[in-house]
């Protein structure tokens, strides 16, 4: 791995001097969304920054990033890292519980990479998950890390995409645009249809509309 690369990249290179190999970075996405899963993504790196250096460069944090642009980025981690994804759907988070179905979804996205690489440490944003290896949780974690940069959109794209599949079914909701969060359009669509399978019935805003249109 080559530490110039990217000023993204201290904990990284902490964390390689300090003798680990499989330096993993793992992000969720949509945990504020009133529809639709949560998504996680797990990026291994690869070793050498050199190869594909115009597209780690480029990293940051998905939420700074336009949508095209997170594709093509998305595209390229996808094809030069090693990746997994994983999402938890709404039914899950209401019976289980917003934190509890957060850190499981990001359990299950590095359970997928483990069964190509073995992971020996893991950078997380801003927590720590019920997992056997050594974790940082980095405040702002998608800003100041390669990793859980990369990840981040990843977690984002694949997210995105499946709320615009999903706006083919449900088109009323406008999530092909809000992608299931809670902005001025999507409120007025559930105020005047009431919600779907596809929303969180455990939150405020869901259950206030549901509650008026008796489901």
Request: hydrophobic share 45%; net charge negative; proline share 4%.
């Amino acid at each position: 791995m080559n530490p110039e690369s990217s000023d993204l990249l201290e904990y990284e290179r902490a964390l390689a001097l300090a003798g680990y190999r499989h330096i993993v970075g793992l992000d969720e996405v949509g945990r504020g969304a009133l529809a639709g899963p949560i998504a996680a993504a797990v990026v291994a790196l690869p070793r050498d920054l050199r190869l594909a250096a115009d597209l780690w460069s480029n990293i940051q944090d998905s939420k700074t990033i336009l949508p095209a642009r997170r594709e093509f980025l998305s595209d390229g981690i996808l094809q030069h890292a090693t990746c997994d994804v994983a999402m938890i759907d709404a039914a899950t988070i209401d019976a289980i519980g917003l934190a509890a179905a957060n850190r499981m979804v990001m359990e299950l996205a590095l359970r997928k990479l483990s069964n190509r690489i073995q992971p020996d440490c893991l950078l997380i944003d801003a927590m720590t998950i019920d997992d056997g290896l050594p974790q940082f949780g980095i405040i702002d974690g998608d800003a100041r890390s390669l990793s859980i940069a990369a990840a981040s959109i990843v977690a984002k794209v694949h997210r995105d995409a499946w709320m615009v599949e999903l706006s083919n079914y449900w088109p009323h909701y406008g999530w092909e645009r809000n992608k299931g969060y809670g902005v001025a359009t999507h409120l007025a669509a559930l105020s005047s249809v009431g919600p779907c399978v596809h929303h969180r019935a455990s939150f405020r805003q869901v259950a206030e509309c549901a509650a008026i249109h008796g489901d």
